[in-house]
C-alpha cells in the first residue's frame, strides 16, 4: 500500500510541475471578444478525440484573428473539407498554434496562398513557407473567422500543440473560460469482465439507475456483483453563456478509499485519437447515441488519457465483502460531480451459456484474415479489430451485409468484387457504395485494377455495386445568360451529382483560369472579381465539373461586365 501511495504522489506530484512549467502569460487570445466555447479540449467525436477549443464567433463569418505571440507561418492548408482553410504558426517557445475553419487569410498570407493557386491552377493546397518568409508578431492580424471546411456554423478552431506536434489542452496556457457549472452526468454502465463476473444477476453491460442526491451528487441502489468487474460513465461540461455539451477535464475513481484511474484530458497524439473507439462504448453509442466512457483500460486501448491506473481500473468484487466505488467528474474549473456506488459482493450461479450461431464468421484480432462471401472477398488486416469478434456476413447478388455499425474498426479493411461476368452500364462507372440505413448508396473510393473493384473502409454495414451514368448538373445563381453583372462582386454557380460526387472542376472565362471556391455544403462554386483576373466587357465562361467516376459536364455562358 505505502509503495502504491507513493508512487500516486509522485505522479501527482509530476503532472503539478509539468503544468506549472507551461507559460500561462505567452500567448494571448487569438480573438478580441469575450470566449465562449462550442467544443473544448478532448472531447468526444466521431472516430477521434477534439484536438483544440471550438471559440463561438457571435454567429458570424469574418472576426479578425491576431496572432497571440511571435512567430512564423509554417504550414497553410486550403481544403474543401476537414480544417478548410487552416492556419500554422510556429513559435519560438517550441509550440505552435492552429487556427481552422478561417474564411480568409489576411494580407500577405492571403496574397501567399492565392498567389499559389493560381500557379497550380487549383484551390486545394498544402505550402509550407520557409521560415522567414512570413513572419509574424504577437497582435498582428492572420485572418478572418469562418465556417469553411467540415464546420457545422461560424466559429475558430483554435489549438495550441507542443514541439512534437501533439495537441495539448490550451487552458492549460491560461485561456480562460468562466465556468461555474457542475458536470453532467446522464448515464452509469456497469460491466462483467470475465466468464464468470455477474453484476445484478447480468453477464452483460447494465445500466444502473442514477439516484441525485441533495448536494447535487449520485448515487445509486446497492449493486450485487462478483467477480471483475468495471464502470462506465457518460458525461458533458456546460460552460457559462453557451448550452453546448463539452467535454470534461477529469476523471477519477476509487475503490474502497485506493485510487483506481486518473483520466485527464491534457494531451495526445493524433496517432492514438481513433482508439476512442476502444476507449467508448461503441456498441452503446451506435444504438442508442449513449457515449458512455470506459473508466478502465481494455487490451488494445494505449490511450494516454490515463495518466494513472491501479489494475487497469478494474475492481475484483469478493462474494461477502461490501465496498464502495467512487467517481469524480470534474471540469478545468474545478467543479465536480461525484457518484457514490454502493457494492455487495454476492456468489450468484448462472447457468445460461450463450450459444455461438455457427453461420458467423470469427476473427482473431491478433491475425489477418480472408473471408470470401459470394462474388465478394473481404481481406481484415491485423489489429483491425481491437479485440475477437464473431462476425455476421452474408450476400445477396451485388450486395454484401458485413455485419453491422456496431463493432469498432481501427484499421482499413478492403472489400473486393470481381465485374468479369458484370453485364449492364459501362463498367468505368461502377464502385461500390456504402449502404445507409434505408438502403441509399454512398460514395466510397474505389480502386480499379482490371476488372477487381476494391473499396476500404473503416465502417461495419451493408455495401453494393452500384452504377453512376449521369453527369453532374450546374446552372447560374446570380447571373443570367447575355446579361450585364457589373455591379456583381462574385460569380456564382449551383453544381450537383446526385451520387457519387463531385471529384473535381475547372473553371476559364475567356480561356483564363479562374479560381473557384467550393461550398460542398451549400453545393456552390464562388469566384471572385477581386481577384481581378478578366478586363474584357464581354467575357465567356466554360466551367467543367468531373464526378467520382468520370462522367463530366460543360457548362458555358456569357455575360457584360463594366471595368469599374
Same mark, same amino acid.
Given at each position: 500500500?505505502?509503495?502504491?501511495?507513493?508512487?500516486?504522489?509522485?505522479?501527482?506530484?509530476?503532472?503539478?510541475?509539468?503544468?506549472?512549467?507551461?507559460?500561462?502569460?505567452?500567448?494571448?487570445?487569438?480573438?478580441?471578444?469575450?470566449?465562449?466555447?462550442?467544443?473544448?479540449?478532448?472531447?468526444?467525436?466521431?472516430?477521434?478525440?477534439?484536438?483544440?477549443?471550438?471559440?463561438?464567433?457571435?454567429?458570424?463569418?469574418?472576426?479578425?484573428?491576431?496572432?497571440?505571440?511571435?512567430?512564423?507561418?509554417?504550414?497553410?492548408?486550403?481544403?474543401?473539407?476537414?480544417?478548410?482553410?487552416?492556419?500554422?504558426?510556429?513559435?519560438?517557445?517550441?509550440?505552435?498554434?492552429?487556427?481552422?475553419?478561417?474564411?480568409?487569410?489576411?494580407?500577405?498570407?492571403?496574397?501567399?496562398?492565392?498567389?499559389?493557386?493560381?500557379?497550380?491552377?487549383?484551390?486545394?493546397?498544402?505550402?509550407?513557407?520557409?521560415?522567414?518568409?512570413?513572419?509574424?508578431?504577437?497582435?498582428?492580424?492572420?485572418?478572418?473567422?469562418?465556417?469553411?471546411?467540415?464546420?457545422?456554423?461560424?466559429?475558430?478552431?483554435?489549438?495550441?500543440?507542443?514541439?512534437?506536434?501533439?495537441?495539448?489542452?490550451?487552458?492549460?496556457?491560461?485561456?480562460?473560460?468562466?465556468?461555474?457549472?457542475?458536470p453532467i452526468i446522464t448515464?452509469?454502465?456497469?460491466?462483467?469482465?470475465?466468464?464468470?463476473?455477474?453484476?445484478?444477476?447480468?453477464?452483460?453491460?447494465?445500466?444502473?439507475r442514477l439516484i441525485l442526491?441533495?448536494?447535487?451528487?449520485?448515487?445509486?441502489?446497492?449493486?450485487?456483483?462478483?467477480?471483475?468487474?468495471?464502470?462506465?460513465?457518460?458525461?458533458?461540461?456546460?460552460?457559462?453563456?453557451?448550452?453546448?455539451?463539452?467535454?470534461?477535464?477529469?476523471?477519477?475513481?476509487?475503490?474502497?478509499?485506493?485510487?483506481?484511474?486518473?483520466?485527464?484530458?491534457?494531451?495526445?497524439?493524433?496517432?492514438?485519437?481513433?482508439?476512442?473507439?476502444?476507449?467508448?462504448?461503441?456498441?452503446?453509442?451506435?444504438?442508442?447515441?449513449?457515449?458512455?466512457?470506459?473508466?478502465?483500460?481494455?487490451?488494445?486501448?494505449?490511450?494516454?488519457?490515463?495518466?494513472?491506473?491501479?489494475?487497469?481500473?478494474?475492481?475484483?468484487?469478493?462474494?461477502?465483502?461490501?465496498?464502495?466505488?467512487?467517481?469524480?467528474?470534474?471540469?478545468?474549473?474545478?467543479?465536480?460531480?461525484?457518484?457514490?456506488?454502493?457494492?455487495?459482493?454476492?456468489?450468484?450461479?448462472?447457468?445460461?451459456?450463450?450459444?455461438?450461431?455457427?453461420?458467423?464468421?470469427?476473427?482473431?484480432?491478433?491475425?489477418?484474415?480472408?473471408?470470401?462471401?459470394?462474388?465478394?472477398?473481404?481481406?481484415?488486416?491485423?489489429?483491425?479489430?481491437?479485440?475477437?469478434?464473431?462476425?455476421?456476413?452474408?450476400?445477396?447478388?451485388?450486395?454484401?451485409?458485413?455485419?453491422?455499425?456496431?463493432?469498432?474498426?481501427?484499421?482499413?479493411?478492403?472489400?473486393?468484387?470481381?465485374?468479369?461476368?458484370?453485364?449492364?452500364?459501362?463498367?468505368?462507372?461502377?464502385?461500390?457504395?456504402?449502404?445507409?440505413?434505408?438502403?441509399?448508396?454512398?460514395?466510397?473510393?474505389?480502386?480499379?485494377?482490371?476488372?477487381?473493384?476494391?473499396?476500404?473502409?473503416?465502417?461495419?454495414?451493408?455495401?453494393?455495386?452500384?452504377?453512376?451514368?449521369?453527369?453532374?448538373?450546374?446552372?447560374?445563381?446570380?447571373?443570367?445568360?447575355?446579361?450585364? %453583372? /457589373?455591379?456583381?462582386?462574385?460569380?456564382?454557380?449551383? *453544381?450537383?451529382? +446526385?451520387?457519387? &460526387?463531385? =471529384? !473535381?472542376?475547372?473553371?476559364?472565362?475567356?480561356g483564363k483560369f479562374i479560381?473557384?471556391?467550393?461550398?460542398?455544403?451549400?453545393?456552390?462554386?464562388?469566384?471572385?472579381?477581386?481577384?481581378?483576373? %478578366? /478586363?474584357?466587357?464581354?467575357?465567356?465562361?466554360?466551367? *467543367?465539373?468531373? +464526378?467520382?467516376? &468520370?462522367? =463530366? !459536364?460543360?457548362?458555358?455562358?456569357?455575360?457584360?461586365?463594366?471595368?469599374?
Amino acid at each position: 500500500m505505502k509503495t502504491i501511495l507513493a508512487a500516486l504522489l509522485l505522479l501527482t506530484s509530476l503532472s503539478l510541475i509539468a503544468q506549472d512549467n507551461l507559460p500561462q502569460d505567452y500567448f494571448d487570445s487569438p480573438l478580441q471578444i469575450p470566449i465562449i466555447l462550442s467544443g473544448s479540449f478532448g472531447e468526444l467525436r466521431s472516430n477521434h478525440f477534439h484536438s483544440g477549443l471550438d471559440i463561438k464567433t457571435q454567429q458570424v463569418e469574418g472576426i479578425p484573428i491576431y496572432a497571440p505571440a511571435d512567430g512564423y507561418i509554417s504550414r497553410i492548408k486550403v481544403a474543401h473539407y476537414g480544417y478548410g482553410k487552416a492556419l500554422y504558426i510556429n513559435h519560438p517557445n517550441g509550440y505552435s498554434t492552429v487556427y481552422a475553419h478561417l474564411k480568409e487569410y489576411a494580407g500577405d498570407i492571403e496574397d501567399f496562398v492565392k498567389k499559389t493557386q493560381y500557379e497550380k491552377e487549383t484551390f486545394e493546397v498544402e505550402l509550407f513557407p520557409e521560415a522567414t518568409q512570413l513572419t509574424v508578431k504577437k497582435g498582428d492580424l492572420i485572418g478572418y473567422t469562418g465556417n469553411t471546411g467540415s464546420s457545422g456554423g461560424p466559429h475558430l478552431h483554435y489549438e495550441i500543440r507542443d514541439s512534437a506536434s501533439r495537441p495539448m489542452n490550451p487552458m492549460l496556457f491560461g485561456v480562460d473560460v468562466p465556468d461555474i457549472k457542475n458536470p453532467i452526468i446522464t448515464t452509469l454502465m456497469a460491466y462483467p469482465l470475465e466468464k464468470n463476473a455477474i453484476v445484478n444477476g447480468s453477464k452483460d453491460p447494465i445500466k444502473l439507475r442514477l439516484i441525485l442526491q441533495k448536494d447535487g451528487s449520485y448515487t445509486t441502489e446497492k449493486v450485487i456483483a462478483n467477480g471483475k468487474i468495471g464502470f462506465g460513465i457518460n458525461t458533458v461540461d456546460q460552460m457559462n453563456g453557451a448550452s453546448n455539451k463539452n467535454g470534461v477535464y477529469q476523471i477519477k475513481t476509487n475503490y474502497n478509499g485506493e485510487e483506481k484511474v486518473d483520466i485527464r484530458f491534457e494531451r495526445f497524439s493524433f496517432s492514438e485519437t481513433r482508439y476512442l473507439n476502444r476507449y467508448i462504448d461503441y456498441n452503446s453509442y451506435k444504438v442508442n447515441r449513449d457515449r458512455v466512457q470506459k473508466l478502465f483500460r481494455e487490451p488494445n486501448n494505449p490511450l494516454s488519457i490515463f495518466k494513472y491506473e491501479n489494475d487497469k481500473g478494474i475492481i475484483e468484487v469478493e462474494d461477502g465483502f461490501s465496498s464502495i466505488f467512487n467517481i469524480d467528474v470534474i471540469d478545468f474549473k474545478g467543479n465536480t460531480t461525484s457518484v457514490s456506488i454502493p457494492i455487495e459482493g454476492k456468489l450468484i450461479e448462472i447457468s445460461e451459456e450463450k450459444t455461438i450461431d455457427e453461420s458467423l464468421e470469427f476473427v482473431q484480432s491478433d491475425e489477418p484474415t480472408t473471408i470470401n462471401k459470394g462474388k465478394f472477398t473481404i481481406f481484415i488486416p491485423k489489429k483491425a479489430l481491437y479485440e475477437d469478434t464473431y462476425l455476421s456476413i452474408t450476400t445477396s447478388g451485388d450486395t454484401l451485409h458485413f455485419h453491422e455499425d456496431v463493432v469498432p474498426v481501427h484499421k482499413n479493411i478492403s472489400v473486393s468484387l470481381n465485374i468479369d461476368n458484370y453485364v449492364g452500364a459501362d463498367k468505368s462507372k461502377l464502385f461500390i457504395a456504402r449502404l445507409n440505413y434505408r438502403g441509399d448508396p454512398y460514395y466510397n473510393s474505389t480502386r480499379r485494377r482490371g476488372n477487381v473493384l476494391t473499396a476500404y473502409t473503416r465502417t461495419l454495414g451493408d455495401y453494393a455495386l452500384v452504377a453512376d451514368t449521369t453527369a453532374p448538373k450546374m446552372s447560374a445563381v446570380n447571373f443570367t445568360e447575355g446579361k450585364w %453583372i /457589373s455591379s456583381n462582386k462574385t460569380l456564382e454557380i449551383k *453544381i450537383d451529382d +446526385d451520387l457519387s &460526387g463531385i =471529384s !473535381s472542376y475547372r473553371a476559364t472565362i475567356n480561356g483564363k483560369f479562374i479560381l473557384m471556391e467550393y461550398n460542398y455544403k451549400k453545393d456552390v462554386l464562388t469566384y471572385d472579381f477581386d481577384d481581378a483576373i %478578366i /478586363s474584357e466587357t464581354e467575357n465567356n465562361l466554360k466551367l *467543367i465539373v468531373t +464526378d467520382n467516376v &468520370g462522367n =463530366s !459536364s460543360t457548362f458555358e455562358a456569357q455575360f457584360f461586365r463594366k471595368q469599374l
